[in-house]
C-alpha cells in the first residue's frame, strides 16, 4: 500500500514550457484534492475531485487544469508556467468530503519557474 | 486579515516541557484539523475536530466553537516533535475546501 504518491519530486521549467505533476493512490479515495505551499504563505486549495470524472475549482485555479479520468489518478497540468507557480505542490486523498474526514498527503512536488 | 491566525509562529522548547499551539480563527467553521509538516516536507495529518477533546499518545487537541480557539499541546515534549504544526479550518457551507493557517515551527532542543 503506497498511499499517496507524486512524481516528480522535483522539477525546474523554463518561462511559457508546459509540464504534469502526477498524483496516484491506491486506497481507493474518492476525494482527491491539489495545493500548493508557498514561503511563509499556508496550503492554498488549487482544484479538487469529488470522483472519476467531476473536477472543481479550489481558492487559486487560475494557471492550472485537472482532469480525473479514474478512481487512482489526479494530473495537474501547468500550461504556460509563470514565475509566480514557484512553489511546493501537494496532493492528497480523502474517503469523506475534506473538511469532515482525514487527509492523505503525498510526499510533494517542489517546482522552480525561471 | 488571515481567516486563520497561529500562534506563536515560531517556539523554541526543551525536551521534556509541555508545548502549546494556538489557533484562532474568525469564520463560523464545520471542523478543525491539526496537521504535522516533517522537516523534510511530508505532511501529515493529526487530528480533526468539532468540539471538545482528542487526545492521542502525548498530543492532546482541543476545541472551544463558541470562543473560536483551538489548542494543540505536548506533554513531555522530545526532539523528534520538532515540525511544524498547521491548523486548518473548515468553513460553514465549504466542506471540501479546508483553510490553513501559516504554521507554527516547533523546535525542540535536547
Known amino acids: 500500500n503506497a498511499g499517496v504518491t507524486q512524481t516528480p519530486k522535483f522539477r525546474i521549467l523554463k518561462i511559457g514550457q508546459s509540464m504534469t505533476l502526477q498524483c496516484a493512490q491506491d486506497?481507493?479515495?474518492?476525494?482527491m484534492y491539489w495545493y500548493r505551499q508557498d514561503p511563509g504563505m499556508g496550503l492554498k486549495l488549487i482544484y479538487y475531485?469529488?470522483?472519476?470524472?467531476?473536477?472543481d475549482k479550489g481558492e487559486v485555479p487560475n494557471g492550472y487544469n485537472v482532469s480525473r479520468s479514474t478512481t487512482e489518478d489526479f494530473p495537474l497540468r501547468l500550461e504556460l508556467a509563470a514565475p509566480s507557480q514557484t512553489s511546493v505542490y501537494f496532493c492528497?486523498?480523502?474517503f469523506g468530503q475534506g473538511g469532515t474526514d482525514t487527509q492523505y498527503f503525498g510526499p510533494g512536488t517542489r517546482l522552480t519557474v525561471l | 486579515k488571515n481567516e486563520v491566525e497561529q500562534s506563536p509562529q515560531n517556539l523554541t522548547a526543551q525536551e521534556g516541557e509541555f508545548i502549546t499551539i494556538n489557533c484562532s480563527y474568525s469564520?463560523?467553521?464545520?471542523?478543525l484539523h491539526w496537521l504535522q509538516q516533517h522537516p523534510g516536507g511530508g505532511i501529515v495529518s493529526l487530528f480533526m475536530?468539532?468540539?471538545g477533546k482528542k487526545k492521542h499518545g502525548r498530543l492532546i487537541a482541543t476545541i472551544n466553537i463558541q470562543e473560536k480557539h483551538s489548542s494543540l499541546h505536548i506533554t513531555a515534549s522530545h526532539p523528534r516533535d520538532s515540525a511544524v504544526y498547521i491548523c486548518?479550518?473548515?468553513?460553514?457551507?465549504?466542506?471540501?475546501?479546508?483553510?490553513f493557517g501559516t504554521g507554527t515551527l516547533l523546535a525542540v532542543q535536547p
Open positions: 475531485s469529488v470522483g472519476a470524472g467531476i473536477t
Open positions: 469564520v463560523g467553521i464545520s471542523a
Open positions: 486548518a479550518v473548515v468553513k460553514d457551507g465549504a466542506t471540501n475546501k479546508l483553510i
Open positions: 486506497m481507493n479515495h474518492n476525494y
Open positions: 492528497a486523498s480523502g
Open positions: 475536530l468539532s468540539s
